[in-house]
T-cell receptor, first 112, second 113 residues
Framework: DAGVIQSPRHEVTEMGQEVTLRCKPISGHDYLFWYRQTMMRGLELLIYFNNNVPIDDSGMPEDRFSAKMPNASFSTLKIQPSEPRDSAVYFC??????????FGDGTRLSIL | GQQLNQSPQSMFIQEGEDVSMNCTSSSIFNTWLWYKQDPGEGPVLLIALYKAGELTSNGRLTAQFGITRKDSFLNISASIPSDVGIYFCAGQGRRTGGFKTIFGAGTRLFVKA
């Protein structure tokens, strides 16, 4: 079975540009999570959805970050405008319950 | 904010040795999770613990949910080279707005053949 699929795997862009990260959760999973991983702060929950509805977005750092889940098989995390401090690995995870059980391989984002 | 203190930060061991790592917190959690992350990949869930005092095994891995609900440990027996990686603990509890899962900073394990 396909796992959680994230795209792109790597993104390098200049500050000020819009960045869109994509995630396809495992089919049938009701929960989708977005995490950010950095050396300084480790793994941080940004937002999670249940049945396509955002439940907790308290981890979204600023208004520059937004996430959507238009349907059960797709979610996006958008940063506009991007800044160098947004450089990190962004993970999407999905699950049948509210525990992040299946992670994708992440998107490594570098903002120059 | 809430924090998980995971220790040790790193371990250098010989193949065949047993390994122990733990997580502590000042907060109570309802669930403890242990993950392993390999380079360039996402974390993989190893063990989930749902009840205080619970002891669960997954092959050579054993994890326990502390009685106080504020700590957990993970043991790896007879380590092998493929155990190399970063191990994360995570605690989940009910917080304002719903459930929240918080990750420790990780234990980086090195195994020498």
């Amino acid at each position: 079975d396909a796992g959680v699929i994230q795209s792109p795997r790597h993104e390098v862009t200049e500050m000020g540009q819009e960045v869109t990260l994509r995630c396809k959760p495992i089919s049938g999973h009701d929960y989708l999570f977005w995490y950010r991983q950095t050396m300084m702060r480790g793994l941080e929950l940004l937002i999670y959805f249940n049945n396509n509805v955002p439940i907790d977005d308290s981890g979204m750092p600023e208004d520059r970050f937004s996430a959507k889940m238009p349907n059960a098989s797709f979610s996006t995390l958008k940063i506009q405008p991007s800044e160098p401090r947004d450089s990190a690995v962004y993970f999407c995870a999905s699950s049948f319950d509210n525990l992040p059980q299946h992670f994708g391989d992440g998107t490594r984002l570098s903002i120059l | 904010g809430q924090q998980l203190n995971q220790s040790p930060q790193s371990m250098f061991i010989q193949e065949g040795e047993d390994v122990s790592m733990n997580c502590t917190s000042s907060s109570i959690f309802n669930t403890w999770l242990w993950y392993k992350q390999d380079p360039g990949e996402g974390p993989v869930l190893l063990i989930a613990l749902y009840k205080a005092g619970e002891l669960t095994s997954n092959g050579r891995l054993t994890a326990q949910f502390g009685i106080t609900r504020k700590d957990s440990f993970l043991n790896i027996s007879a380590s092998i080279p493929s155990d190399v990686g970063i191990y994360f603990c995570a605690g989940q509890g009910r917080r304002t707005g719903g459930f929240k899962t918080i990750f420790g900073a990780g234990t980086r394990l090195f195994v020498k053949a």
